[in-house]
């Protein structure tokens, strides 16, 4: 078993687990009910962890995390819909007032 990735975050921490599910890796989460003791322990320690259980796909597996946080990344600007004008924040791709794409 592999520690692949750890942050503060667990929404992105399960979020990662679900990706690398989807994509045949068995994996766990460790260190998921840990926030209680921060302040005991250093709050780095206290992180959720994603393992993967098989060592020979840890490489596989950090790839995948790599190329989601890439994805997942900053977002680009607020933009104004090509159709009806709408203002939307840079993560949407569609108008979710008319529903065009971003022009």
């Known amino acids: 078993m592999k520690r692949v990735y750890a942050e503060s975050s667990s929404l992105m921490v399960n979020y ?11 994996c766990v989460i460790r260190n998921q009910n840990l926030g209680a003791a921060v ?3 250093p709050p780095i320690e206290c992180w ?3 393992w993967v259980m098989d060592d020979g796909r840890q490489e596989e597996a950090e ?15 607020p933009w104004d819909c090509p159709a009806c004008g709408e203002s939307h924040p840079g993560q ?8 065009a794409e971003r022009g």
């Open 92 to 99: 949407f791709t569609a108008c979710w007032k008319c529903g």
């Open 63 to 77: 790839n995948l995390v790599k190329k989601t946080l890439l994805f997942t990344g900053p977002t680009s600007k």
């Open 48 to 50: 959720p962890e994603l």
């Open 16 to 26: 990662l687990k679900n990706v690398l599910e989807s994509h045949g890796l068995d």
């Open 39 to 41: 302040g005991e322990l």
